[in-house]
């Protein structure tokens, strides 16, 4: 008998929630509005973009395998680390196949010119928030990593500490000399500054913090093949 694949497998146990499909439709609406209206004020769409794939992204894995969902592929002769790679890619492909789409309307509506949403900066924060809320959530339950980083985002507001990240990249950015380091620690910690700033002179961050992003994933897909999950009552 032919044993599933995990990729299929997880296609079909991760699907999103109505909730969650209904908010990335919701996010298409307003880029469709604005690339009707003001093509050059799509910032804001990536940037809740951003937010959602914090949660799209965090779907969770040991909670769920202890249940007994992923019995399919757990149990399988597959390769815990095809097993992991595949739970990554389909956690994060609804937030990346939105991104794209913005940025095919973005493309559209500015007749041509390269979307904000496929410059490096902006590919570079999308793949690192993608592979964080991923990888954060693997212990814990769904959504767990995408609360957390909302209620640091919050935290940082309240601080005034969002601001002086701010400042810190901005001024990077402003000069083609600017502290590289500072730039990309302030991204790491809030990655949407890489899409809401200004960063061509120093380009070198965003290949840093997509350095971070494949070192994310890798640490998420190596954990998987670690993990150890004693089955519990599905109840």
Partial sequence: MTQPRP???FATI????PALIA?????????????????????????VLLLCQSFSAATGFCDRARRGHFDPVVAAPASRLEVGLAHALVSMALGVVTWLLVA???AVA????????????????????????WAAALPFARYSSGVVWLILAIALAGAGKLLALRQAYAAAAAE?????????????VFP??????????????????LGAAIVMAGIGVLAVDT??????DPS
């Fill in 7 to 9: 990729l299929k497998v």
């Fill in 14 to 17: 991760l699907r999103p929630s």
């Fill in 23 to 47: 908010a990335y439709a919701a996010i298409l609406v307003w880029a469709g509005y604005l690339g009707t209206q003001s093509p050059g004020e799509m910032r804001a769409v990536y940037v």
């Fill in 104 to 106: 095919v309307i973005e």
């Fill in 110 to 133: 500015t007749h041509g010119q390269v979307p904000l949403g496929l410059t490096l900066p902006s590919i570079a924060a999308l793949l690192y928030m993608s592979a964080v809320a």
């Fill in 176 to 188: 083609p000399s600017g502290d590289v380091w500072s730039a990309t620690g302030a991204a790491l």
């Fill in 192 to 209: 949407p500054l890489m899409v809401t700033e200004p960063s061509a002179p120093i380009a070198i961050s965003a290949l840093l913090v």
């Fill in 227 to 232: 993990f150890d999950f004693p089955l519990v």
